[in-house]
């Protein structure tokens, strides 16, 4: 610590401390002798009474003369400083008042949320500016005010937005927030940098800690002041931490299972019901009891009728925090499932190349709902492809074609690439040594070149399903499905593949037992294509014919349909929309955005509010309304906080931290913060404790006037 003064002038005063000391030397009485005839009449002198009258007048004059000089130290006004600030005492502050807004600071405590409690804080940073300063308001969301993100001298501005903040859906930590302050800080003329952090100190918002931007603190060494918002104790929370949606197929009629794991926050048990809405209709409830600080899950199965209940929300009752107690989502329903059956010699091998098992497996799938576009299943050559409208037909299977022709293949790429899914059964004897190229050595459908057939030797037998990749949604679909039995299923042969060392997009599905990739699957533009390295026919295996075909078939269907369907965010997130084109994004309170493809891809930035938000293509007749969710981060509603030594440690020899109890104390803390701890009142207040001092002393011990004794006869 270094002490400095603020009035260094009136040092000038120690002067007068002298002053006692030199009035106490020129007033001592000169000894005189005087003539005594006799010395019988004096009274004896008492020695030690001399002595002690002495001692008191010292005490007296130590007293005085330190009294003098608190008074003159006092009137310098010295204050303590850090050694290792570097700011100066005395100047103008550019002061950044960071608002948590995280949907945590909703909490309520003593009937309140947290978040009028940081506006307390925020109003006292302001009001306490002083003549010169400028200040900002940012929210740690990132969705600050425009007329206070950056720094102005117009209290009447800053004291309105804070007036007007209010929590937001997002989950942000504060690291991001503290970055945009320093990068604000590092701009400014001022000589004084100032961080006010007004935060309900959860710990998920200071996660992760290497995240602080210590280096570029390092740079301008700012004042950093925390301002603590906590609850009690006696929390009720559940939190809707995840949803798993399954179902066989995403089309109207057919069953949804959705599992929703609820957890307790808190420790004590809590009972709550879970209610699962589509549309505006309450679909079902469910108990729950969740013993504490552990979660539950809580199954819903339903079927949904019409694609108006492809979007709904999940929720809990009410607590202390409400905006973790309800799940948005969508499930990309669909009216019809209209499919195309490409096969080289269209209908007439059907039999032979195995599409007739497959047009069979599809059938349930047609619907005869009056309302739905134009479904089932068609019908196709290769050459075909130029003269057809691929965009109408859900998903593409071919099935044996040896190749594609150039301008059949460039509407079949341009189909993938918009958008487009295709499964591929390869069997027969693809061409890959066409002169002008085929499809299956074009890199733009496949990320791996076809070499050879593989076959089983007849003494040897078929070999069958091998290895699954078991984080695939495919993998985990089908493991949930009771009763199947893939050991039946025999493969004779199969095509090897060799993939492109480049080409990252490859996935595995699947291997057969003898170490062949069977079914492989990649993303082409905004498409995919699924290969399955072997026919459909009984010459390859014996798969179609066998329970699990249509299972497995309505799996892959379902994870290539909702991988463009289905979008699921948290606030704040930048979303890549499924569909194309210009398109009008409705949010959940009605605000509508235009949004228009750059780089064929259409991205819309404005997901600051949890719920479904519908998608529209403007331009585009007779185009279905897509839905995607946005939901806060589950995180958010983990009631686990951090100490003020805790956070405090987060920024080690970074910057001056100090923590902020309450509004009212902020104000003092900051002056001290800019000046220093100040010394004057304490040297006062010991300059008045000497004065009583001193006076006592002074009418106890000086002698005093004895009283006539009357006259001697």
Same mark, same amino acid.
């Not at 050559?381 to 299977?397: E, G, M, N, Q, R």
């Given at each position: 610590?270094?002490?400095?003064?603020?009035?260094?002038?009136?040092?000038?005063?120690?002067?007068?401390?002298?002053?006692?000391?030199?009035?106490?030397?020129?007033?001592?009485?000169?000894?005189?002798?005087?003539?005594?005839?006799?010395?019988?009449?004096?009274?004896?002198?008492?020695?030690?009474?001399?002595?002690?009258?002495?001692?008191?007048?010292?005490?007296?004059?130590?007293?005085?003369?330190?009294?003098?000089?608190?008074?003159?130290?006092?009137?310098?006004?010295?204050?303590?400083?850090?050694?290792?600030?570097?700011?100066?005492?005395?100047?103008?502050?550019?002061?950044?008042?960071?608002?948590?807004?995280?949907?945590?600071?909703?909490?309520?405590?003593?009937?309140?949320?947290?978040?009028?409690?940081?506006?307390?804080?925020?109003?006292?940073?302001?009001?306490?500016?002083?003549?010169?300063?400028?200040?900002?308001?940012?929210?740690? =969301?990132?969705?600050?005010?425009? +007329?206070?993100?950056?720094?102005?001298?117009?209290?009447?501005?800053?004291?309105?937005?804070?007036?007007?903040?209010?929590?937001?859906?997002?989950?942000?930590?504060?690291?991001?927030?503290?970055?945009?302050?320093?990068?604000?800080?590092?701009?400014?003329? *001022?000589?004084?940098?100032?961080?006010?952090?007004?935060?309900?100190?959860?710990?998920?918002?200071?996660?992760?800690?290497?995240?602080?931007?210590?280096?570029?603190?390092?740079?301008?060494?700012?004042?950093?002041?925390?301002?603590?918002?906590?609850?009690?104790?006696?929390?009720?929370?559940?939190?809707?931490?995840?949803?798993?949606?399954?179902?066989?197929?995403?089309?109207?009629?057919?069953?949804?299972?959705?599992?929703?794991?609820?957890?307790?926050?808190?420790?004590?048990?809590?009972?709550?019901?879970?209610?699962?809405?589509?549309?505006?209709?309450?679909?079902?409830?469910?108990?729950?009891?969740?013993?504490?600080?552990?979660?539950?899950?809580?199954?819903?199965?339903?079927?949904?009728?019409?694609?108006?209940?492809?979007?709904?929300?999940?929720?809990?009752?009410?607590?202390?925090?409400?905006?973790?107690?309800?799940?948005?989502?969508?499930?990309?329903?669909?009216? /019809?499932?209209?499919?195309?059956?490409?096969?080289?010699?269209?209908?007439?091998?059907?039999?032979?190349?195995?599409?007739?098992?497959?047009?069979?497996?599809?059938?349930?799938?047609?619907?005869?709902?009056?309302?739905?576009?134009?479904?089932?299943?068609?019908?196709? /050559?290769?050459?075909?492809?130029?003269?057809?409208?691929?965009?109408?037909?859900?998903?593409?299977?071919?099935?044996?074609?040896?190749?594609?022709?150039?301008?059949?293949?460039?509407?079949?790429? *341009?189909?993938?690439?918009?958008?487009?899914?295709?499964?591929?059964?390869?069997?027969?004897?693809?061409?890959?040594?066409?002169?002008?190229?085929?499809?299956?050595?074009?890199?733009?459908?496949?990320?791996?070149?076809?070499?050879?057939?593989?076959?089983?030797?007849?003494?040897?037998?078929?070999?069958?399903?091998?290895?699954?990749?078991?984080?695939?949604?495919?993998?985990?679909?089908?493991?949930?499905?009771?009763?199947?039995?893939?050991?039946?299923? /025999?493969?004779?042969?199969?095509?090897?593949?060799?993939?492109?060392?480049?080409?990252?997009?490859?996935?595995?599905?699947?291997?057969?037992?003898?170490?062949?990739?069977?079914?492989?699957?990649?993303?082409?533009?905004?498409?995919?294509?699924?290969?399955?390295? =072997?026919?459909?026919?009984?010459?390859?295996?014996?798969?179609? /014919?066998?329970?699990?075909?249509?299972?497995?078939?309505?799996?892959?269907?379902?994870?290539?349909?909702?991988?463009?369907?289905?979008?699921?965010?948290?606030?704040?997130?930048?979303?890549?929309?499924?569909?194309?084109?210009?398109?009008?994004?409705?949010?959940?309170?009605?605000?509508?955005?235009?949004?228009?493809?750059?780089?064929?891809?259409?991205?819309?930035?404005?997901?600051?509010?949890? +719920?479904?938000?519908?998608?529209?293509?403007?331009?585009?007749?007779?185009?279905?309304?897509?839905?995607?969710?946005?939901?806060?981060?589950?995180?958010?509603?983990?009631?686990?906080?951090?100490?003020?030594?805790?956070?405090? *440690?987060?920024?080690?020899?970074?910057?001056?931290?100090?923590?902020?109890?309450?509004?009212?104390?902020?104000?003092?803390?900051?002056?001290?913060?800019?000046?220093?701890?100040?010394?004057?009142?304490? %040297?006062?207040?010991?300059?008045?404790?000497?004065? %009583?001092?001193?006076?006592?002393?002074?009418?106890?011990?000086?002698?005093?006037?004895?009283?006539?004794?009357?006259?001697?006869?």
């Amino acid at each position: 610590m270094i002490l400095n003064f603020l009035n260094p002038l009136f040092l000038i005063g120690l002067i007068a401390v002298a002053a006692p000391v030199l009035l106490h030397i020129l007033s001592r009485q000169k000894r005189r002798r005087i003539p005594f005839s006799t010395l019988y009449f004096l009274r004896k002198i008492d020695v030690q009474s001399a002595k002690r009258h002495k001692l008191t007048d010292i005490l007296l004059l130590l007293l005085r003369t330190l009294m003098l000089l608190l008074i003159t130290l006092a009137l310098a006004r010295p204050v303590l400083r850090p050694a290792n600030r570097h700011a100066p005492s005395i100047g103008e502050a550019t002061r950044i008042i960071i608002l948590d807004d995280s949907y945590s600071t909703r909490l309520k405590h003593e009937q309140r949320p947290l978040f009028e409690r940081e506006r307390e804080f925020a109003r006292a940073a302001v009001e306490t500016l002083r003549s010169g300063d400028d200040a900002a308001i940012l929210m740690s =969301s990132g969705f600050d005010s425009p +007329g206070t993100a950056s720094p102005t001298g117009n209290t009447a501005i800053l004291l309105d937005a804070v007036e007007k903040s209010a929590p937001s859906d997002s989950g942000t930590p504060l690291a991001s927030a503290l970055e945009r302050a320093i990068s604000i800080l590092a701009q400014s003329q *001022k000589p004084l940098n100032e961080i006010i952090l007004i935060t309900d100190m959860q710990k998920h918002a200071f996660a992760p800690p290497d995240a602080m931007p210590n280096e570029e603190m390092r740079k301008i060494r700012p004042q950093i002041y925390i301002c603590p918002v906590r609850a009690g104790q006696n929390i009720s929370n559940m939190t809707i931490e995840k949803v798993f949606i399954t179902s066989p197929l995403p089309l109207a009629g057919f069953p949804v299972i959705m599992e929703a794991t609820v957890r307790n926050q808190t420790e004590r048990a809590l009972d709550s019901t879970a209610n699962l809405w589509t549309g505006n209709e309450l679909l079902m409830q469910k108990k729950l009891s969740i013993p504490p600080s552990a979660s539950t899950i809580a199954t819903f199965t339903f079927s949904p009728k019409s694609t108006s209940e492809k979007s709904g929300y999940l929720t809990v009752e009410s607590d202390d925090l409400d905006s973790d107690n309800t799940y948005y989502f969508n499930i990309g329903i669909l009216k /019809s499932l209209h499919t195309l059956i490409v096969t080289s010699e269209g209908t007439h091998v059907m039999e032979k190349d195995g599409s007739l098992f497959l047009a069979t497996a599809l059938e349930p799938l047609e619907t005869g709902d009056a309302e739905a576009p134009s479904g089932g299943v068609d019908y196709a /050559s290769p050459d075909d492809l130029a003269s057809i409208s691929l965009k109408t037909y859900s998903i593409l299977f071919f099935v044996d074609v040896i190749d594609i022709a150039e301008t059949p293949r460039e509407a079949l790429k *341009k189909f993938i690439r918009d958008g487009g899914c295709a499964l591929f059964f390869l069997g027969s004897s693809p061409n890959t040594n066409s002169s002008s190229g085929s499809i299956y050595t074009d890199p733009d459908f496949f990320p791996f070149i076809i070499q050879d057939t593989w076959e089983v030797n007849a003494g040897e037998g078929a070999t069958d399903f091998g290895e699954w990749d078991r984080t695939h949604p495919v993998t985990q679909s089908l493991r949930k499905i009771p009763n199947l039995d893939f050991s039946t299923v /025999s493969f004779y042969k199969g095509w090897r593949v060799r993939f492109h060392t480049a080409d990252t997009t490859a996935r595995i599905l699947v291997y057969t037992r003898n170490d062949n990739p069977l079914i492989i699957e990649n993303n082409r533009g905004k498409g995919r294509i699924v290969t399955f390295a =072997s026919g459909l026919s009984p010459e390859w295996n014996n798969l179609a /014919s066998r329970p699990v075909f249509i299972p497995l078939l309505y799996e892959l269907i379902k994870n290539l349909l909702e991988s463009k369907s289905r979008v699921y965010a948290t606030v704040g997130d930048s979303i890549k929309l499924p569909m194309t084109g210009p398109l009008e994004v409705t949010t959940p309170d009605g605000t509508k955005y235009t949004v228009t493809p750059e780089k064929g891809e259409s991205t819309f930035n404005h997901t600051r509010l949890a +719920g479904n938000y519908t998608c529209h293509a403007t331009q585009t007749a007779g185009a279905i309304d897509d839905v995607f969710s946005v939901n806060v981060d589950p995180a958010e509603g983990n009631m686990e906080w951090i100490s003020n030594n805790e956070a405090k *440690k987060l920024f080690p020899e970074v910057a001056n931290v100090t923590v902020c109890p309450s509004p009212e104390s902020l104000g003092l803390i900051l002056a001290e913060g800019r000046e220093g701890k100040a010394l004057w009142h304490y %040297l006062m207040l010991g300059a008045l404790l000497l004065f %009583l001092l001193e006076s006592h002393l002074a009418g106890r011990l000086l002698p005093r006037k004895e009283k006539g004794t009357g006259e001697t006869g």
